[in-house]
């Protein structure tokens, strides 16, 4: 094949059919490579959709903040329903030690600009009726953090991005890079030779993987977080 593109995503999960809709969506050529059958099919999989803003660095603070405000009014904006709860996250307390690095953290947090508070037990029993109440002190409260689906949401973003021009390779494992004065020029997949002047790395837990392909050594180390 020889046409080329504006940019070339490798991974069809939650951040590279996003990125594709978006550049999509701005009128450059998009072409999205993944190794399975359809979006959303590695990690996203195992993703319990949690969306928040509760961090302790400022950039990620910032960064979920402007997640939390695009995935609430995702289905006014697109018109696709995903699932967007706004119900809230904590971290509650059950020793001395937890409450005084809980109470310190959430200074921090609030100077950031986090929407965030102290609950005292019975304030927090209130909000989470199944807490267990032996030794709980009091919990943190962020009360815009929420939740959507992961299969909704990259699925809407999938069919957005076709409506916009994207196109996309499925079944294709990444096989190799044409890599020219340090620059790759083109990707190669198991079936095809495709060119683009941007190459965007979205697949995941397999990303070290991808970027061995071209020479670069990245330490992405996957780890089931949840379990």
Do not use: N
């Given at each position: 094949m020889n046409k080329s593109y504006d940019l070339i995503v490798i991974g069809a999960g939650s951040i590279g059919v996003p990125v594709a809709m978006e550049f999509a969506k701005k009128g450059q050529s998009v072409l999205v490579i993944d190794s399975l059958s359809s979006p959303g099919q590695g990690q996203d999989k195992k993703a319990i959709g949690g969306i928040r803003a509760t961090h302790s660095d400022r950039g990620k603070i910032l960064?979920?903040?402007?997640?939390?405000?695009?995935?609430?009014?995702?289905?006014?904006?697109?018109?696709?329903?995903i699932q967007w709860k706004s119900n809230g996250y904590s971290f509650p307390a059950?020793?001395?030690?937890?409450?005084?690095?809980?109470?310190?953290?959430m200074k921090i947090q609030q100077s950031f600009g986090l929407n965030i508070r102290w609950l005292s037990r019975e304030e927090y029993r209130e909000l989470n009726p199944g807490i267990s109440i032996k030794g709980l002190r009091g919990s943190t409260y962020s009360p815009e953090d929420g939740s959507a689906s992961p299969l909704l949401f990259t699925q809407s973003c999938y069919f957005k991005a076709v409506e916009y021009g994207a196109e996309s390779r499925f079944n294709e494992p990444v096989v190799g890079f044409t890599i020219e004065r340090g620059k790759i020029t083109s990707v190669k997949t198991e079936t095809g030779v495709y060119h683009s002047a941007n190459v965007l790395n979205a697949a995941g837990a397999y990303a070290r993987g991808v970027y061995k392909?071209?020479?670069?050594?990245?330490?992405?180390n996957s780890d089931s977080h949840e379990a």
């Open positions: 960064v979920c903040q402007r997640s939390i405000e695009i995935f609430s009014h995702w289905k006014e904006l697109y018109g696709d329903e059950y020793t001395e030690k937890d409450e005084d690095m809980l109470r310190d953290l392909l071209a020479g670069i050594v990245i330490p992405v």
